[in-house]
């Protein structure tokens, strides 16, 4: 069915405007600077947070680096804590706990995580703090890159990008730092002897930082944080969020401070839109509750600081919830909120006891696969075995190994004392002898038990199968 005139020139009118809307160019956003009690937090929240990231990997912990992911040795130090590949099942319930932790905030006060703590947030906030300090404040900054290229725009815009390019690279070999020993990696590249994967990821890690939190900010949060689009799944009208109260503010207008807005049938709002100017992903809060918000409460800040030039009430803009906006109870202790505490503490009691009851010792079996058995001169049925024996404490143990099973098991090892350092894996051969009239079949198990003298407390045993003539045959 062809078009009429109209149709087509109502279509060839809409095409460049839908096409704008879903491929419009990026619009810089140039956050105004704010102070007050959550705007506090947050500069509270980034220091003691990239504190801990950047001073980490330089503390000290007997004679190891305090937190170090060793791939190479397979060991994760962390602090008086040596973990091993076999402990992955401790990382898996950590991530489990901080993802139940995840949920059980974003239930009750929104999304705390973007405005406080979410990497992106902090090294954003640090970039932005660089970036004031050394092109001014919002209006310079926009005044600046409306201006042509002169020398010294150029200059300062060299500068902030060269401050940025610093940061990024420390940052970026210090999470290398999280895996190589700082101080080696430190020596390394003043040497420059870096090997080609601390390179890489120190470039990687420190071009990410630089383009995410320069470059990217608050687009990262609205297109590729799949964090803001499935927060929704958690929030519900007992959430804690930042809302603009549209009963008291509107009908919004400007007007002087001495004017009666009451009597004028004005709202509480001026339109002043610096709510929107402080806002780090550009929405404007007044539209309701959008899931561009990072709920960082800049907006409240600088809406109070207007109310009281005001001498208004306020909290125009605040920390409230959907019931309360309409007048209804709020309900903080509600089934969601209930369910995810106590799997919370359940999970995270849990993971404490099962690390304080670790044992820092383990044992592998692996038997000689070549031959199933032998037999000795003496007529006894002989089984060749390795044992791994994996000392996970920071100081070395004496052992002793036994066996049983069965009557009559005989264990020849080296020395009835085995020593094993700190941190340290070793193979130890054993062969264990039977006659062969005590065994009862062809596979039988016995059970090897290994045990420290210093510290009785640390034992461990493991199973393994003896082979075997049938029923005491040959």
Known sequence: MSETP??????????????????????????????????GLRVLGVSLLLGLYYILPWLRWG??????????????????????????????WLLVVAALTLFFFTALAGRLWCGYACPQTVWTELFLWIERKVEGDRSKQMKLDKSAMTANKFRIKATTHALWLLLSAWTGFTFVGYFTPIVELWGSLFALTLGPWETFWIIFYGFATYGNAGWMREQVCIYMCPYARFQSAMFD??????????????????RKRAVDHRAAGMGDCIDCTLCVQVCPTGIDIRQGLQYECIGCAA???????????????KGLIRYTTENALEGKITHVFRTRIVVYAL?????????????????????????DRNTL???????LVENV????????????????????????????????????????????????????????????EIAFTLTSQDDATLTTTQTGRFIGPAAGGH
């Open 6 to 39: 109209q149709q087509a020139a109502h279509h060839a009118a809409s095409a460049p405007a839908l096409e704008d809307e879903l491929y419009a160019k990026h619009q810089k956003i140039y956050p105004r600077e704010v102070h007050g009690i959550f705007a």
């Open 63 to 92: 004679d190891h680096q305090a937190v170090l992911f060793d791939l190479p040795a397979r060991k994760f130090y962390i602090f008086g804590l040596t973990f091993w590949p076999q402990d992955f099942i401790y990382l898996a």
């Open 237 to 254: 009208r007992d959430t804690l969020i930042i809302s603009y109260d549209e009963k008291r503010g509107e009908p919004r207008g400007s």
């Open 299 to 313: 907006c409240v800040d600088v809406c109070d600081q207007v109310m009281d030039k005001m001498n208004y009430p």
């Open 343 to 367: 799997f919370l503490l359940a999970l995270s009691c849990g993971l404490i006891y099962a690390i304080s009851q670790r044992m820092p010792i383990e044992l592998d079996i692996i038997r």
């Open 373 to 379: 058995y032998r037999e000795t001169d003496m007529g």
């Open 385 to 444: 075995y390795t044992l791994k024996l994996i000392n996970m404490d920071e100081r070395a143990h004496r052992f002793q190994l036994s066996v049983n099973g069965f009557p009559g098991l005989q264990l020849d090892i080296d020395s009835d004392i085995i020593e094993v350092g700190p941190a340290e894996v070793r193979s130890l051969p054993v062969r264990v002898r039977v006659d062969p009239i005590n065994l009862a079949r062809p596979s039988n």
